[in-house]
């Protein structure tokens, strides 16, 4: 298990880099171009990836109450107070965001073991997606598929039963990795051989796209299943 989570670690350190190589060659145009995530700029999306690096001291004390507030009693995902703390940072603009990423950090999903890690790596894989898409720029890391497929497995868990007209889905990438998702059974993995009624294929990074109800290029066999079955 240690040496599992040493590297799912060392997954997010690799991504984290590769962000900031990104960040350091923007330009003030790219840094206000609308981003994958709609209605967020590319800057706005890399100061929302740092706002887990310290949530939630990284808000300010003051914004705390008020946080707890949405988060809990109102049941919003992203808060007034974060999309506030995000646009204010995003306005010192590239060079203020560089020296901040390459801050030491704790994440706060982290602390919930191995589970918080992998919710970790798909934040930090899919808001970097949401950067690099819209500006052109190449993937230059590549990361191992076992753990992106883990976080595959996750995310869908969650996000399935977001999908209209689902009875079963096969989810698949390259023949190693493979999984049935069912009403009964978010997220399970069950018999390859299993007869779906539908079939999602795409690498790991697309699925992961996919179920978080980004533009994605994986293959659907369905077409009730779209990327706007899902809400992110």
């Known amino acids: 298990m240690k040496k599992e989570k040493k590297s799912f670690k ?13 960040v350091r060659e ?21 100061n929302h990836v740092m706002l887990l690096d310290r949530l939630p001291i990284s808000l300010g004390w003051k914004s705390i109450p008020k946080l707890i507030l949405e988060l809990f009693f109102e049941r919003r995902l992203i808060t007034s107070s974060m999309i506030n703390w995000q646009k204010r940072m995003t306005s010192l603009g590239v060079d203020d965001a ?17 589970t918080g890690i992998k919710f970790n790596i798909i934040e930090e894989v899919i808001h970097t997606e949401d950067i690099i898409r819209p500006l ?4 230059t ?17 969650f996000q399935n039963k977001k999908l209209k007209h689902l009875k079963n889905i096969e989810v698949i990438f390259n023949d190693e990795y493979n999984m049935t998702l069912s009403k009964g059974f978010y997220g ?11 079939k999602i294929i795409g690498k790991p990074i697309e699925l992961l796209l996919f179920f978080s109800g980004r533009p994605s ?11 706007e079955n899902l809400k992110y």
């Open 10 to 22: 060392t997954c997010i350190d690799n991504e984290r880099n590769f962000l900031i190589s990104v």
């Open 136 to 139: 052109g720029i190449n993937r």
């Open 26 to 46: 923007l330009s003030e145009n790219e840094w206000n171009k609308e981003s994958l995530c709609a209605g967020w700029s590319v800057g706005e999306v890399v």
């Open 98 to 114: 560089i020296k901040r990423l390459s801050k030491k950090r704790k994440p706060v999903r982290s602390i919930f073991g191995i």
């Open 141 to 157: 890391v590549n990361h191992d598929n076992y753990i992106l497929w883990e976080c595959v497995k996750l995310l869908s868990s």
């Open 217 to 227: 290029n994986v293959k659907i066999t369905n077409n009730n299943i779209t990327n």
């Open 188 to 198: 399970k993995k069950i018999n390859k051989n299993l007869n779906s009624d539908s």
